[in-house]
């Protein structure tokens, strides 16, 4: 199950009668590291390949994966007029900023908590609640587009479908997806509905656009009734997504290798890792492990693993990458000369790297 799986289902006591007195307010979780002797390229990363989170540097490496990346073009969005709901939140909300440079805005009174993984949970003011508790999920979610150009794509709604199964088993889809414009971007609007084990009916909303090789989108999940109060805002916030050139730290820009050995008895084996961050804020892992058995009797080459792209970016003494496949990584650094010290802000051990080039 992946961590967004994982999230909403934590999430379904808002609708399955679990008492809450507070709004989804999980706090941030770990992320996994490779296992000892074992660790051939950025650890494993949860779960297959669903809607995930927009990403927030909590999570493991995952393995490597041959992929390709698209460059996309930098998008600005013009703030529409302010007496309009778009408007309220473009000149009098709240700015979220991503380390990779994805931004959204959402309304002054709005509270937002970052989630397990990533998630953000938007909390209204004003957040529907029943004798059970809230009864109002609202969240901003993201993964890679994997090459995708149309956010009705089949391959993201399939993932979108997976995602709610598994989260809100009670919602099936409705319609079919529709097209339409928020602000100066192509969006799609896939929707749901359903009652609940206690036959309360909900419907669930979902407007998603791509940027940046990305697709991104608002979710909500409430009684219908409720869209009628809420949905213009949910639009407003998804049409204030765009993306800024993020800061890149120049002194981190180049390839650097890290080897690493382990031993037990007469197993042996050295793990050759090289990452390229490159000053246009691309990044690039691959890695190689070679393991001997028996004083040499026996040897093992696992050949150098596929070039696993992703995006870096860096300031004031913190780098923040995210891998195509979804695996993130945040660390504090420090460079002497051609070495690079990096710590992982989730607890891990520290990393020295060697420029190459």
């Known amino acids: 199950m992946s961590p967004t799986h994982l999230i909403l289902a934590g999430l379904l006591g808002l609708f399955l009668g679990c008492s809450r007195s507070e709004a989804p307010d999980p706090g941030p979780g770990a992320g996994e590291r490779a296992a000892p002797g074992g660790d051939s390229g950025p650890a494993a990363g949860k779960g297959g390949k669903p809607m995930r989170p927009l990403p927030s540097g909590k999570g493991g490496r995952p393995d490597p994966r041959v992929g390709g990346e698209k460059a996309g073009v930098q998008e600005r969005v013009a703030p529409p007029p302010a007496a309009t709901a778009a408007g309220k939140v473009a000149v009098g909300g709240k700015t979220y900023v991503h380390p990779l440079g994805f931004r959204f805005r959402y309304p002054e009174a709005w509270r937002m908590q970052e989630v397990e993984d990533g998630v953000l949970a938007l909390i209204p003011d004003d957040i529907a609640r029943g004798p059970q508790g809230a009864e ?13 150009t149309d956010p009705s794509d089949p391959g993201i709604s399939a993932e979108l479908d997976s995602m709610m199964a598994s989260s809100f088993p009670f919602l099936r889809r409705t319609g079919g997806i529709r097209k339409l414009r928020l602000g100066a971007r192509p969006f799609a609007l896939y929707a749901w509905k359903g009652a609940n ?41 998804a049409s204030s997504i765009h993306f800024k050139a993020p800061s ?42 070679q393991a001997t058995i028996e004083k040499g009797a026996m040897g093992r080459d696992t050949g150098e693993a596929g070039i696993l792209p992703g995006r870096w970016a860096a300031s004031k003494g913190r780098l923040y990458i995210v891998w195509e496949n979804g695996g993130e990584e945040e660390y504090s650094y420090y460079r002497e000369e051609d070495s690079l010290l990096l710590t992982p802000m989730d607890g891990g051990g520290k990393e020295l790297w060697t420029i190459v080039r």
Request: glycine share 8%; aromatic share 10%.
């Open 136 to 148: 109002e999920v609202l969240l901003v979610m993201g993964s890679p587009a994997e090459g995708r």
């Open 197 to 237: 084990p206690a036959g309360k009916t909900f419907e669930a909303r979902a407007w998603v656009c791509l940027l940046e090789g990305y697709a991104l989108g608002v979710l909500a999940v409430m009684e219908p009734q409720r869209f009628a109060l809420r949905e213009a805002m949910c639009r407003a916030v």
């Open 248 to 289: 890149l730290d120049p002194i981190l820009a180049g390839t650097w290798s890290r080897d690493s050995n382990f031993s037990s008895g007469e197993y042996s084996s050295t793990i050759a890792r090289v990452m390229t961050l490159r000053p246009d804020g691309k990044a690039f892992w691959r890695s190689r492990m």
